[in-house]
Nanobody, 116 residues
Framework: QVQLAESGGGLVQAGGSLRLSCTPS????????MGWYRQAPGKQRELVAI???????VYADSVKGRFTISRDNANNTVYLQMNSLKPEDTAAYYC??????????WGQGTQVTVSA
């Protein structure tokens, strides 16, 4: 089993920056891909960014050029650096880890609020 602990959310003005962190524990040897998703009120959860075990990254079009996902392979911690934040980035952000055995794990979520 994998547990994910997220941190770094908060309130920021438009144009500001935040960095989210996600630290896994438990069966971390099984983790392959990790990523961030977000869910705004009344909307479906959507992909923000993924970083695969080999280092390949995938971004949603809406965050390309503003957000950067990175991974510290020493402890499997994943970061999401968010710059030039917009009010439409306001959402609960969830860390996800997919294991090499097919299971998927989620963190509890961290709130990001961007004021105009």
């Amino acid at each position: 089993q994998v547990q994910l602990a997220e941190s770094g959310g908060g309130l920021v003005q438009a144009g500001g920056s935040l960095r989210l962190s996600c630290t896994p524990s438990g069966s971390i040897f099984s983790i392959a891909d990790m990523g961030w998703y977000r869910q705004a009120p009344g909307k479906q959860r959507e992909l923000v960014a993924i970083i695969r075990s080999g280092g390949t990254t995938v971004y949603a079009d809406s965050v390309k050029g503003r957000f950067t996902i990175s991974r510290d392979n020493a402890n499997n911690t994943v970061y999401l650096q968010m710059n030039s934040l917009k009010p439409e980035d306001t959402a609960a952000y969830y860390c996800n880890a997919d294991s090499a055995y097919g299971s998927s794990h989620w963190g509890q979520g961290t709130q990001v609020t961007v004021s105009a």
